[in-house]
């Protein structure tokens, strides 16, 4: 008798996660192929700008280039010189960045928010000219420096400062401000306070404005006693959105603030090294002693560090449902 044959069927083994998250992004890009076509140019400019040169020195940090000769690839030598033989970087640049930023990054956006909410309580028709005369520092910052900032704090008799202190015979001599390291950080950190009143600020304030107006009123129905508790439980969870763009704002202008030491002082390097921070390292490694690679490191330590201070601003101001 003949017996039949019955091939055996395997189960379908499905694919793994990864591979259906892929399908499915896939999918979606072919379905609004249409969008994207408008979002190229950002998407490529994106591309080069920004994610060709991180990788890029993420790949040079690994290196010993000098920006003429070959590339030397040294492994993890860069970042281990870094926490154990730059001393210039353990000792200045890094508790200058943290006190620096401890103190701008937060001053500065409690600063804007205060601001923001004190000309929101103004009548509309002179609401703009405050927001003007607020703002009008962040776009004149460098020829305030060079200009204002740099006059009032000479080191002459002529100094605002100085010639302010003479006059009242609060000092018998004149005080070099911008050379004297007691004073060069302070100065910094003051400067940065005034001009910090950027795009942060304006977004703040238009976050004020998008506040329901009847979100007030019923707050006071449920006990809300006066302005104080309606900033902390209405205003400030009705404008996350504004609240953390401004944040982010003010982490990569803080961050990135170390042109205000060559500025006030006119020299790449500050005396003693009193306002030197991170990102005067890299400019000091990168543009003065041709290091590529050990400026590539720091500056990936600088990202790394921004990263994580941001990713604690998107905890802070994100919903539940975002994170």
């Known amino acids: ?4 044959v019955v091939p055996v069927l395997h189960p379908i083994k499905p694919p793994s996660p990864l591979v259906s998250k892929w399908m499915r992004f896939l999918r979606k890009l072919r379905k609004d192929a249409f969008c994207y076509l408008f979002l190229a140019p950002f998407l490529i400019c994106f591309l080069i700008f920004i994610v060709i040169p991180v990788v890029m020195a993420a790949t040079l940090s690994f290196t010993s ?39 701008v990054g937060p001053g500065g ?5 205060f601001f923001a909410w004190l000309i929101h309580q103004l009548p509309l028709r ?8 607020f ?11 060079s200009v204002v900032w740099i006059a009032a704090f ?4 002529v100094g605002y400062l100085n010639n302010f202190l003479l ?3 609060w000092i018998d001599s004149q005080i070099t401000w911008l050379q004297d390291p007691k004073y060069l950080l302070p100065i910094m950190i003051m400067v940065s306070l005034w001009m910090s009143f950027s795009v942060g600020f304006l977004a703040m304030l238009a976050g004020l404005q998008t506040v329901n107006r009847e979100l007030y009123e019923a707050g006071r129905i449920d006990g809300l006693s006066n302005r104080l508790q309606e900033v ?30 060559t500025q006030l002082t006119g020299m790449a390097v500050t005396p003693q090294y009193a306002g030197h921070l991170i990102i005067n390292h890299v400019d000091d490694y990168a543009f003065i002693r041709f290091e590529l690679g050990y400026a590539s490191a720091v500056s990936v330590m600088l990202l790394l560090f921004s990263y994580f201070v941001m990713r604690f601003a998107y905890r802070l101001f994100n919903s539940k449902e975002e994170l």
């Open 65 to 103: 280039y000098d920006g003429f000769g070959s590339l030397n690839f040294i492994g993890f030598d860069n970042f281990i010189a870094l926490f154990t033989q730059d001393i210039i970087f353990l000792t200045k640049a890094l508790p200058n960045t943290f006190l620096f930023a401890l103190i």
């Open 154 to 157: 000479s080191g002459d008799r």
């Open 109 to 113: 956006y409690i600063l804007s928010f």
């Open 135 to 145: 703002y009008a520092p962040s776009m004149a910052g460098g020829v305030a420096l």
């Open 232 to 261: 902390f439980y209405i205003t400030i969870p009705s404008m996350k959105p504004q609240m953390l763009f401004s944040a982010v704002m003010t982490i990569v202008s803080t961050l990135k603030a170390g042109s205000i030491s």
């Open 126 to 133: 002179v609401r703009d000219y405050y927001t003007l005369v």
């Open 1 to 4: 008798m003949k017996t039949e």
């Open 167 to 169: 006059q009242m015979g």
